[in-house]
């Protein structure tokens, strides 16, 4: 019978049976049967102390001594502190030797001489603690081997039967937890939908099986991290009233080769007498990375061995007997193919970053807990994360609660999810860091720069914000802007744009102060991006045509781009570099005639920012209006 540690629950009762046999595998550990009989055999050997000393008669020791002469002592085993032995006179009431024991004065070489003398059989003997010593020299060691040999066993792990043997890190949904239900969960209405499905499968197979079609083996939820994916494993949990069984991917795996493919064998023979169930397997890239891949071309055998164990399970059980498997992963494109073939994995569940309306709605969720001032537009706030994840709004309603307890507030104010708003985005305020009065002059007209070339030009984006507080690690000021709508595509016009918005600033310092200084150096790199982005990726070359060049291995879901692999000529890569030139000189002159045609504007937006350190958008208009500019 295998050892299986797990918690029970899930919207039903423990079976009784379940049960009996955790307590028949308790009685049976052979841990506990060791020390049972090592009570047994000390309890025992105490009574049979007891018992042989109450056979024996005290006498004094004057008497025994007379025995001695009298030659009445037929032997005697003698110690520094009794004397026992058996006389030759014999007991009245059980006619046999009469045993005694009798505590001697001092043992000397006289009492030995007269012993021998008399005829006596003695033995001499160190006198000692029987039970210290039978604890100091067998239980002592044995405890100690005992106790590393148990740590062992749950260092290396479990091999299924025998020593190793330390249970499955199985955890059926247990029914204390919080409840979580679908209504927990704000946005992700289509993932929402499609997993409702397979709650309904479990609940009621019949009615798919009517139409002769069978309930999904596997749901595989895909996602950048924080959208919820867990989140929504413990609504189908909640709502489904089967048991819920959950495991990470990285528990399968342990230094010994074979414990993940046991581990996995466990799982589904569990899943199997609890059907209907469902099997969670969260972090699935843990074992599921395709085979093969890597440096050690072969990969890695334990992880290996796990993953053809899941592929055959799950190729192997019979759909209609109610088990379903459900995984979530953030790296879909590294996992086996042969785990993502119809028939283990049917189903994908896109869990994507939130719109707007949904990230609304998550902000309702989370803002309900909080004490809420009459000033807060969660509108605004939803507008002010664009692709914002649901844990970074959670994040945000948590650092504004913060921030009001740091001012000593009863109530959470706008101004506090503002400053939570800059601190995620930005970093936190470098207070301590004070700029010189140079300095300062400098990055406002820098700031300005952004703001009036971002108020300008067609597409921008109105300015939210804008900041000359040092922020993070090299951020000295920023320029926010709010969008007027969720956007998906951008435009080349759009783009170009976005170039001179991030070129204002260096061009606001060299129309100013005739040279330019270290703060534009984000700007630039994010900016020949862009250029270097629309020539080979998005083919908005006129010169180079709509061709991309370059394959770049970008992972999808989480937004991250790997290395470029090269496959154009160097001819190819120098008009590529001439392109990308042209297209950022062309912003730069054009952000360069903005703010020289509108000195005026970018002299007052500097003025008021160098006083005020933080400025609104709001204030942004009142200042080029009362400057003769109309926007």
Same mark, same amino acid.
């Given at each position: ?11 039903? @009762? ?6 009996? #046999? ?5 009685? !049976? ?31 004094? $020791? ?33 006619? @046999? ?63 299924? +039967?025998?020593?190793?043997? /330390? ?29 409702? &499905? ?39 949990? %909640? ?9 990470? %991917?990285?528990?399968? /795996? ?15 023979? +569990? ?20 085979? %093969? ?66 990230? +609304? ?116 000021? $920023? #320029?926010? !802007? ?66 991309? $060049? ?19 000529? &160097? ?28 000195? @005026? ?19 942004? !208009? ?10």
């Amino acid at each position: 019978m295998k050892k299986t540690d797990f918690t029970l629950g899930s919207g039903k @009762k423990p079976d009784i049976e379940i049960n009996k #046999t955790t307590h028949e595998k308790f009685w !049976q550990n052979p841990n506990f049967t060791f020390w049972l009989y090592l009570i047994f055999i000390l309890i025992s050997f105490q009574f049979y102390q007891g018992y042989q000393q109450a056979r024996q008669q005290e006498i004094p $020791y004057s008497e025994f001594l007379a025995h001695v002469q009298n030659q009445e002592v037929a032997e005697a085993v003698v110690t520094d502190k009794v004397i026992t032995g058996t006389l030759t006179l014999k007991d009245k009431k059980t006619d @046999k030797p009469r045993r005694f024991i009798t505590v001697p004065m001092m043992w000397n070489n006289d009492l030995a001489m007269t012993l021998e003398k008399q005829g006596v059989k003695y033995t001499v003997r160190q006198n000692a603690n029987w039970l210290g010593k039978f604890l100091v020299n067998w239980v002592l060691p044995f405890g100690l081997l005992f106790l590393l040999w148990g740590w062992m066993a749950k260092r290396m792990g479990s091999m299924g +039967q025998g020593v190793l043997n /330390i249970g499955n890190k199985i955890h059926i949904h247990p029914d204390n937890l919080p409840k979580v239900t679908f209504e927990d969960v704000a946005g992700a209405d289509e993932a929402k939908q499609e997993l409702k &499905e397979s709650v309904d499968f479990l609940k009621d197979p019949t009615q798919i099986q009517a139409l002769g079609g069978r309930m999904p083996k596997g749901v595989l939820m895909v996602g950048p991290p924080g959208t919820g994916k867990t989140l929504l494993a413990r609504a189908v949990a %909640g709502e489904s009233e089967v048991p819920f069984f959950s495991i990470s %991917g990285s528990e399968f /795996i342990e230094m010994f080769v074979g414990v993940g493919a046991a581990r996995v064998r466990e799982l589904f023979e +569990q899943a199997r007498q609890k059907a209907p169930c469902i099997i969670f397997i969260d972090e699935l890239d843990a074992i599921g990375r395709a085979r %093969g891949a890597g440096p050690a071309m072969g990969g890695h055998d334990e992880r290996e061995q796990t993953l053809n164990q899941i592929l055959t399970e799950m190729d192997g059980f019979d759909p209609s007997t109610g088990v379903v498997v459900m995984a979530a992963t953030n790296r879909p494109e590294i996992l086996d193919k042969a785990l993502m073939r119809a028939g283990r994995f049917d189903r994908q569940v896109l869990v994507d970053k939130p719109d707007l309306r949904d990230r +609304q709605a998550i902000l309702r969720l989370h803002a309900a807990k909080l004490e809420m001032g009459k000033d807060i537009d969660l509108a605004v706030i939803a507008q002010r994360t664009p692709g914002f994840v649901g844990a970074d709004l959670e994040n945000i309603c948590n650092e504004a609660a913060i921030q009001a307890l740091r001012r000593k507030g009863k109530a959470v104010t706008m101004k506090d999810f503002e400053a939570a708003i800059d601190r995620i985005i930005a970093g936190p305020e470098k207070k301590h860091r004070a700029l010189n009065l140079e300095e300062k002059h400098r990055v406002a007209f820098h700031e300005s720069g952004h703001t009036l070339v971002a108020e300008t030009v067609p597409t921008g984006e109105p300015v939210h914000k804008v900041s000359i507080i040092p922020r993070g690690i090299a951020a000295l000021g $920023y #320029t926010m !802007q709010l969008p007027v709508d969720e956007k998906f595509l951008s435009t080349e016009a759009e783009l170009k744009d976005q170039i001179a918005i991030l070129l204002g600033g260096r061009v606001a310092e060299e129309i100013v102060f005739g040279d330019i200084s270290s703060g534009a150096s984000n700007d630039l790199e994010r900016a020949s991006e862009i250029a270097r982005s629309m020539i080979t990726r998005l083919g908005m070359s006129r010169k180079l045509g709509p061709i991309t $060049y370059g394959r770049r291995q970008e992972l999808q879901y989480l937004g991250i781009q790997g290395q470029e692999e090269r496959n154009y000529s &160097e001819a190819t890569a120098r008009m590529i570099d001439e392109e990308t030139r042209q297209i950022v000189q062309e912003q730069h002159q054009i952000a360069t005639s903005i703010l020289s045609g509108k000195r @005026k504007v970018l002299d007052a937006l500097a003025e008021r920012l160098e006083q005020k350190e933080v400025i609104s958008g709001d204030e942004v !208009q009142e200042v080029m209006a009362a400057a003769g500019e109309n926007t």
